[in-house]
T-cell receptor, first 114, second 119 residues
Framework: DGGITQSPKYLFRKEGQNVTLSCEQNLNHDAMYWYRQDPGQGLRLIYYSQIVNDFQKGDIAEGYSVSREKKESFPLTVTSAQKNPTAFYLCASSIEPTGDYGYTFGSGTRLTVV | AQTVTQSQPEMSVQEAETVTLSCTYDTSENNYYLFWYKQPPSRQMILVIR??????QNATENRFSVNFQKAAKSFSLKISDSQLGDTAMYFC????????????????FGKGTLLTVNP
């Protein structure tokens, strides 16, 4: 079955460490997105990529970095510069960059700073 | 910039009854798409329904229907014959129409409404 796979499901990070969240899709979608979800905040866009080797900052990109070396993969690195990284992270994709038909989401990664 | 407002943080309904979740949005765009997503306790985001702004007919998917009022910028979701499995967080989302998907043309979400269906 086609879909988006996020791993790991749960991730624990020590203060000052960088961690990378994996997102892989086999839907042949052009565009991919990373959202952060906090209680009472809805979903906020971190980064997005409309094509391989290109990506753009979203609304809350500070302290995060991404790469898009392959169409199928869009990993997110949470750096030590991110002051409050504890959150639920959702990866999504859309068949076209316009997103007219909505996004398909992965099952998320819960990141906790310990 | 677009904004999406869901004014009901929490709602509850009895099984088999009907419930309506509210959503308003603010935009200067004339063509756009609206969505309702469901996030059950598993936290998997599921697309419930999609509405094209240039279509006057309200979208319907089985027990889910919308009341789209373009002039009022309102997009409510009605769930009929509520089931226990409908218990979830519901998000309203908006994206402007774009030929190329530029920097402003991304899916914007409201803060969500937590719906609990009681037996």
């Amino acid at each position: 079955d086609g879909g988006i796979t996020q791993s790991p499901k749960y991730l624990f990070r020590k203060e000052g460490q960088n961690v990378t969240l994996s997102c892989e899709q086999n839907l042949n979608h052009d565009a991919m997105y990373w959202y952060r979800q906090d209680p009472g905040q809805g979903l906020r866009l971190i980064y997005y990529s409309q094509i391989v080797n290109d990506f753009q900052k979203g609304d809350i990109a500070e302290g995060y970095s991404v790469s898009r070396e392959k169409k199928e993969s869009f990993p997110l690195t949470v750096t030590s510069a991110q002051k409050n990284p504890t959150a639920f992270y959702l990866c999504a994709s859309s068949i076209e960059p316009t997103g007219d038909y909505g996004y398909t989401f992965g099952s998320g990664t819960r990141l906790t700073v310990v | 910039a677009q904004t999406v407002t869901q004014s009901q943080p929490e709602m509850s309904v009895q099984e088999a009854e009907t419930v309506t979740l509210s959503c308003t949005y603010d935009t200067s765009e004339n063509n756009y798409y609206l969505f309702w997503y469901k996030q059950p306790p598993s936290r998997q985001m599921i697309l419930v329904i999609r509405q094209e702004a240039y279509k006057q007919q309200n979208a319907t998917e089985n027990r889910f229907s919308v009341n789209f009022q373009k002039a009022a910028k309102s997009f409510s979701l009605k769930i009929s014959d509520s089931q226990l499995g409908d218990t979830a967080m519901y998000f309203c989302a908006f994206i402007p129409f774009s030929h190329s998907g530029g920097s402003n043309y991304k899916l914007t979400f409201g803060k969500g409404t937590l719906l609990t269906v009681n037996p």
